[in-house]
């Protein structure tokens, strides 16, 4: 197997030093709010995907405890407001790629013709170098598949990144410690011409000092994209640690120019990675950090921020906070609701569903969900859950104002035979209108006392036809 370029192993070598020093005096705070989005296992590398009233949200997945970018597996979330996301599991793990040995990092997934498509970078087992590979498949949450059986290109750098035109033109980016680009054919599998380097001039992607070997800010991750008219590269900028910059351009190609910082050094990760999109009215910028306990470099965690562009199109610089963004939309309590569909998790963990899709699980007694911006309207009076348990006394409580506020609703959760043999129970509640945050806490005896797949609320009483807007 060839080794990985000098470059290479210089740069991870003064990674893996910079995060033993970081140790040594940096200490983690839990976050206490709504950022970052995923609490129950550890998400880098976001890429955001608007598609049909929702953010499909494509991350890297950091193994607990790594002290690497020990990533084997890529995941994939969804909201329909911004705040509340689900959790879809893994449809793509570097095994769907017969050809890759390891390291599922950083990628982007696009939509086209009603297909989807995530470029990915892969250790391609043959040369022992960086490949970028392509699944595909037909819906966004997956599954994936290997959609040519190879790599679309390789040499030996990361970080793909993908716009398409309004013309219909899409274009491939990559690169560390360069920059490169393709045009993808229709296809989205196949490309025309060969790889063109960009020129990383310190007029288009800024200046670093003490660095004769790489003269500009330009490090690694871009994301480009389009707005009124004018292309933008946004970029990990710098190691280590890196902030995130950004360059514009009036053509896919160039000439870039160096607009400057949007988000400096912050947090406990010496890496970022940066994802841009607007949904719903508003614009959003998706980072990843070390704020989750046992947090940093390599156990990362993704977070978002709302902003606005400045009238002149450029971006504002951004701190990171543990608040996030406003509601972009009210969420709807009387149809089904998976019970992966979290604001905030505490003590949860994820599975496979033997119904489908996930459910909640792992669960001891005091652990909740935070439902945030639940729309009650005039008032609720029943709450019903779908549950598996192998023991008795459990019970799903519903509660306002925190996990330990006010109980408005009372679920007792039966031995079912099996952690997937599942019934629905309901239970009446009071005290809902308007709109709010809900909390669903799990109690009980001691050890995993229940598994929840879905939720949902009534307007009737327990036991009358329930006339609110329901779904099975």
């Known amino acids: 197997m060839t080794p990985p370029p000098a470059r290479f192993r210089a740069r ?3 990674l893996l030093g910079l995060a033993l020093a970081v140790t040594g005096f940096t200490a983690v705070t839990p976050a206490r709010a709504d950022n970052p989005i995923v609490q129950h296992i550890h998400t880098a590398d976001p890429a955001p995907l608007v598609h049909n009233g929702r953010v499909y949200l494509y991350t890297g997945h950091d193994e607990d405890g790594s002290t690497y970018f020990t990533m084997k597996e890529w995941r994939v979330w969804s909201s329909a407001d911004m705040v509340n996301w689900t959790d879809h599991g893994s449809p793509m793990n570097v095994g769907t790629f017969a050809w890759a040995s390891k390291d599922a990092w950083a990628g982007q997934a696009v939509e086209r013709g009603g297909k989807f498509y995530w470029y990915v970078p892969v250790v ?3 040369t022992g170098r960086m490949a970028i590979g392509v699944g595909v498949a037909d819906n966004p949450t997956g599954p994936f598949r290997d959609a040519i ?3 679309l290109v390789e040499n030996g750098e990361i970080d793909p990144t993908v716009m398409i035109d309004d013309d219909g033109q899409a274009y491939l980016y990559w690169g560390n410690p360069n920059l490169w680009y393709v045009k993808l054919n229709s296809d989205m599998t196949s490309y025309s011409g060969s790889a063109t380097k960009i020129p990383l001039t310190t007029a288009g992607f800024g200046t670093r000092t003490g660095d004769p070997n790489r003269p500009t800010l330009y490090e690694e991750g871009p994301w480009v994209y389009k707005r009124n008219g004018l292309y933008y590269n946004v970029f990990a900028a710098k190691c280590c640690s890196e902030f995130i910059a950004y360059s514009t351009a009036p053509s896919p190609t160039g000439p870039w120019t160096y607009r400057g910082t949007v988000m400096p050094t912050q947090g406990s990760s010496f890496t970022n990675h940066a994802g841009v999109v607007d949904f719903k009215g508003g614009s959003y910028f998706f980072y990843h950090n070390g704020a989750l306990p046992g947090g940093g470099g390599f156990t990362r965690s993704v977070a978002v921020e709302k902003f606005s562009y400045n009238a002149d199109g450029t971006i504002p610089a951004l701190s990171m906070t543990t608040g996030g963004p406003p509601p972009a939309d009210t969420l709807d309590p009387y149809t089904r609701q998976e019970a992966e569909t979290i604001a905030w998790g505490s003590g949860i963990e994820t599975e496979v569903s033997s119904e489908g899709g996930l459910n909640v699980g792992y669960v001891d007694n005091g652990d ?3 439902v ?6 005039a008032g609720a009076a029943s709450f019903s859950a779908r549950v598996s348990s192998t023991v008795s006394g459990a019970a799903v409580e519903v509660r306002t104002g925190g996990p330990t506020g006010t109980v408005v609703g009372r679920c007792s959760v039966p031995n079912t035979g099996g952690w ?3 019934t629905t129970v309901s239970c ?3 005290g809902l209108s308007g709109t709010r945050d809900v909390y669903l806490r799990f109690s009980g005896g001691s050890g995993y006392l229940l598994n929840m797949n879905w939720w949902r609320f009534g307007t009737t009483a ?6 609110g807007r329901r779904t099975r």
Do not use: C, E, T
């Open 428 to 430: 009446p509640v009071s």
């Open 12 to 14: 991870v070598a003064a």
């Open 462 to 467: 327990v036991g009358k036809a329930d006339h």
């Open 420 to 422: 997937q043999a599942w």
């Open 124 to 126: 391609n087992r043959a």
């Open 149 to 151: 059986g190879r790599p």
């Open 368 to 370: 909740y969900l935070k």
């Open 372 to 377: 945030k911006n639940v729309a009650f309207g």
